[in-house]
């Protein structure tokens, strides 16, 4: 996992919004259930618990890897409460001193990506980043300049005297049209003290009331929306497309200007138009849940980024295919974050067109902060330019991971086991498997059993198939 403070963040993840429109303390006292709402996980011990009643679950995360994601988490909130305005040293002393709010947002990576841990498989940084950052938005927008006290706090209600520390301008036109938006979701008719109709409609698709807040602190003009007009027709058309129903509060939490879009004039066309460039229609499901915003960027936008990847030899088909797996391509500026990142693989020697496709999430990173550390990093340790381009073609994912939390732990049990370092150029996928539960359990019974397999086949093959390898291996050795 790569430091979080190194990673330049992608186009739609940058924080600065924030500043214009946040809730002054005031006006946004600390709700009695603040975040048990929308977690309802915790972590104890490395051991993953589910249910507010803590029953346990089947996975044991082993404690190196729970080490590292605490850090990272770290990294995470640091850098995100920098993006606020905070000096270098509160941000990172904040971090270090909110160890129960940490474990929590390890246990939100455990929830949420359940069953990557039990194949154990690891997370990149960039998993990693795009799993915790929507979160930490969605508690700013909730809490604003108490957001520290609430961090610090957590799970309990930080101190009412406590003075804030995050505080950005007030805009009184702003913040009053806000307050507005926000009462109006727990107002009630009269006569019977019934919510408002849209509000209950969310609330049975699964959103809270707190949830609902949230989304019309960031969105006003949510509150206002029609139920009839504007909401239902969008969810009913979401549903039609097979997005299973527990996704669609993620997705209007994500991009609650989706509603207020007219699905005839707008949504519809803009489907057939992504349809057009090759998005499988098969897959909005996926596409929406993962990125939708896509839905609502300018089709000048969306051609300045479909040209770059013509421009780099993509065929239709496969721009096709990155729009399905990796829709938020679309948000990183072509001048910022393409263009320079193609340049710089170039230089390895690597064919951009197929590192692309393959793993697009590497045009996402830094390359003063990210890729130049790994270059460096295998050079250092004697391959050739020409080798360490050879290794990413072969295993795209190679420059997402971290350096201190992976690449090196893993290089240095390669040491260890007696094999030649050209094996990584042949096989650098090595990188990509978790090293306390698949790298060395494996080697551990190859050492035992006498015989030596390929790099590959130790780690690439099933369990039955491993062990019919070994065996195979045996009897030859024995013939011999």
């Known amino acids: 996992m790569k430091t979080f403070s190194s990673i330049q963040p992608p186009h739609h993840f940058r924080c600065t919004r924030f500043f214009s429109n946040t809730t002054t303390r005031a006006q946004l006292p600390f ?37 590292a994601e605490k850090e990272e988490a770290k990294a995470v909130l640091t850098l995100f409460l920098k993006k606020q305005g905070l000096s270098n040293a509160i941000a990172a002393r904040t971090s270090k001193k909110s160890d129960h709010f940490i474990d929590h ?14 194949a154990g498989r690891e997370l990149t940084t960039l998993e990693i ?19 520290v006290d609430v961090v610090e706090n957590y799970p309990n209600p930080p101190g009412k005297d406590k003075s804030a520390v995050l505080v ?22 009269p006569d019977g003290g019934n919510l408002r109709p849209h509000i209950v409609y969310l609330m049975e698709l699964g959103m809270d009331i707190e949830q609902i807040r949230s989304i019309t602190r960031r969105f006003p003009s949510f509150a206002y929306y029609s139920l009839e007009g504007k909401i239902k027709p969008v969810v009913e058309f979401f549903l039609e497309l097979g997005v299973p129903k527990e996704n669609i509060p993620t997705i209007l939490t994500k991009r609650p200007q989706l509603c207020g879009i007219s699905l005839s004039e707008n949504l519809k066309p803009t489907m057939k138009f992504f349809e057009s460039l090759g998005v499988d229609k098969n897959q909005w499901p996926k596409v929406i849940y993962r990125f939708p915003a896509l839905l609502t960027y300018s089709r000048p936008k ?52 197929i590192l692309l496709f393959r793993c697009p999430q590497n045009f996402g990173l830094s390359i003063e902060t990210n890729l130049k550390p790994v270059t460096e990093f295998f050079l250092e340790r004697g391959y050739t330019l020409e080798e360490i381009g050879t290794m990413i073609s072969r295993y795209g994912a190679l420059y997402t991971f971290s350096l201190t939390e992976n690449l090196i732990p893993k290089w240095d049990f ?8 050209s094996e990584l150029v042949k ?29 590959n086949q130790v780690l690439s093959l099933s369990s039955s198939n491993f062990d019919e390898a070994l065996k195979k291996k045996m009897k030859k050795m024995q013939v011999s």
Request: proline share 6%; hydrophobic share 40%.
């Open 105 to 118: 947002l390890v246990s939100r990576l455990h929830s949420k990506h359940k069953s990557w841990y039990l």
């Open 414 to 421: 390669f040491l260890t086991t007696g094999y030649p370092k």
């Open 129 to 147: 980043r795009d799993a915790l950052i929507p979160y930490l938005e969605s508690l700013f927008e909730e809490h604003g300049d108490i957001l």
């Open 302 to 353: 969306v051609m300045e980024s479909i040209d770059f990847l013509l421009e780099l030899g993509l065929s239709e088909e496969g721009i096709g295919k990155i729009l399905t797996r990796c829709p938020n391509i679309v948000s990183y500026s072509v001048e910022d974050n393409l263009r320079p990142t193609a340049k710089y693989f170039r230089s390895l020697g690597v064919d951009v067109g």
């Open 31 to 67: 709700p009695a259930k603040v975040f048990f709402c929308q977690a309802k996980s915790d972590l104890h011990g490395g051991v993953f618990y589910s249910g507010i009643d803590g029953s346990l679950n089947l996975k044991v995360v082993s404690p190196t890897l729970l080490v």
């Open 427 to 455: 096989f650098p996928q090595y990188f990509g498997y978790n090293l306390e539960e698949r790298i060395k359990p494996r080697f551990e019974i190859m050492t035992k059993s006498g015989v030596k397999l390929l790099l």
């Open 168 to 189: 950005p301008p007030s805009n009184p036109v702003l913040d009053s049209k806000k307050l507005k938006a926000v009462s109006r979701v727990s107002e009630t008719d």
